[in-house]
């Protein structure tokens, strides 16, 4: 019985296995195929960098914008009759632009600020003083898009109110001399001068005979007013009274007298704005030396 059972068992199995095979609905199983490669996504197109004239830190000028800024002082001079050469121009524009940036830049890290509403405001007062058509013809004329007003006019504004703050921090009093001088253009006429100011020549005498206009008078004047150093740190070496050897300088042979000196004294509005102006050189000068400029060729 048991090999009868084992025996239908086997041949129940064979049967279904050959049955099954024969199926007209079974899947067929096809080789294996190998699997496509995924589509490769386009890469998004690359941004065309704006071609710039002239970059300072993070900042920068177009060179469209430099252009028609260039082309805006070229007009400027010619209407003035004034001659100058495409590199002078050139180097001019240049260095005044590279002020800006370095200005406003200044501004914003003083603190200083200018959003959309206060820029809007001052568009606003610009074309009630002379008038939407007429500022309109302007910024044609003179090359300028919407946008590129708009930039120009904030960096305007930042480079105004950092050149105030530089000019303001200069203090209105200052230690000052007052000098007189014998000017010669000739070396050995200056020392024939010299030669009787040693022999005992009065020194202001001599200075009338010189200079019947001024008698030599210079006037009281701070550190950092003269342009010629040497003329102005001979002056505040002497004592009251005391005369110099003879000086070379920018503009000749000059022979000083210290006539009178005070600590502290108010600047005459000449010497400030002198003052005023070395400040903001200065500044300029150290900003210039401590930033990343790149200028193109």
Known sequence: MVTLKRVLILLSLCLLAACTTNLPNSPVVLPSQTPALPTATPLPPTVT???????????GISLEEFNAELSRYKTAQKTLSNVIT???????VRDDLVS???LAQGAVEAGYTLDDAALQQRKDALTSKIGADKLKVWLQEHGYSEASFDQALKRAAADAWMRDKIMASVASTAEQVHVRQILLYNEDVAKKYYGQ???GANFDALAVLVDPVTSGDIGWFPRGYLTDKAVEDAAFALETGAYSQII???AGFHILKLLDRKPEQELSPDALFALQNRALNDWLTSQRQQSNIVVSP
Do not use: F, K, R, Y
Not at 52 to 58: G, I, L, S
Not at 86 to 92: I, N, P, S, V, Y
């Open 49 to 59: 960098p704006i071609p710039m004239a002239v970059t300072v830190n993070t900042d």
């Open 86 to 92: 495409d590199d002078l121009a050139l180097q001019t």
């Open 100 to 102: 800006q940036l370095l």
């Open 197 to 199: 100011l040693q022999a």
């Open 248 to 250: 070379s300088g920018e």
